[in-house]
C-alpha cells in the first residue's frame, strides 16, 4: 500500500475526466480506479504507463466530420468474469450517429454472470437502454432515425436469445429487466448484427489488447491524430 495514496488519487481523478474525450482509455482507467481506498505502487506504476501513453500520443483526439448522416448503430461487447477480487464481468458499448462516436462505457456488471452469453446480453441490454434514450434525444430534435437501430456484437448465442421470444430454460437465471432487448428487436426498434471478434469496436473498451490491435480499433473509433496547433 501507497504510504501517500493522494498522488495515485489525483491521477485517477484526471484521468476519469479524460475519458470523456479519450475512450481509448476507459478500459485502464475503470481497472484503476477501483483501488483509490488503498493503492499499491504497481497500481500507481499501472497510472504512469498510461500517462506514458497520453503523452506519446498528445494529438490524438475524435473527429467528428461537418457533413454526417443520421444513421444510428452500436457496438456491445463484454468481458466475463474478468474482475479477479469479485468474478463480475466489464459491460462495455460504443455508439455512433453516422461515422462519429456519440457514447461509449465500460463499467463492471452488478452481479456474476454465470456463463458468457449472459455477461453478454446484459451489455446488450445496457447498449439498448442508451440506443433508446439517444434515440429519445434526436426525437425531441426532430430529427429523424432510420429502424432498425444496428448493434452489433460477436457472440452469437446473445443473437439467438435476443431474436427468439421462446423462453429457454438458459435464460432463467437472467433478471427480467435483461429481456428489455429482446422486446426491443421483437418491436423492429434494434436488430442484432454478428461481428467477428478483431472488428468488435468495444473490444477496446472491455479487455487489454495488443498494441497493433489497440491502435486499430482506436482509429476505427474515430481517434484521430490532429496536426499540431501553431503558437
Known sequence: ????????????????????????????????????????????????????????TPNKGLFYPSHNDLQLYAYSDADWGSCRMSSRSLTGYCVFLGGSLVSWKTKKQKT????????????????????????????????????????????????HIAANPVFHECTKQLN?????????????????????????LADIMTKPLGESQHHYLSSRLGLLDSPPISP
Open 176 to 200: 427480467i429487466d435483461c429481456h428489455y432487448t429482446r422486446d426491443k428487436v421483437l418491436e423492429g426498434f434494434l436488430q442484432t448484427v454478428h461481428v467477428p471478434s478483431q472488428e468488435q
Open 112 to 159: 456474476v454472470a454465470k456463463s458468457s452469453a449472459e455477461a453478454e446480453y446484459r451489455a446488450m441490454s445496457a447498449t439498448t437502454s442508451e440506443l433508446e434514450w439517444i434515440s429519445h434525444l434526436l426525437d425531441d430534435l426532430h430529427l429523424p432515425i432510420q429502424l432498425p437501430i444496428l448493434m452489433h456484437c460477436d457472440n452469437r448465442a446473445t443473437q
Open 1 to 56: 500500500m501507497l504510504a501517500n495514496p493522494e498522488p495515485y488519487r489525483r491521477v485517477i481523478g484526471r484521468l476519469l475526466y479524460l475519458t470523456l474525450t479519450r475512450p481509448d482509455i476507459s478500459y485502464a482507467v475503470q481497472h484503476l480506479s477501483q483501488f483509490l481506498q488503498q493503492p499499491t505502487d504497481l497500481h500507481y506504476q499501472a497510472a504512469l504507463h498510461v500517462l506514458r501513453y497520453l503523452k506519446g
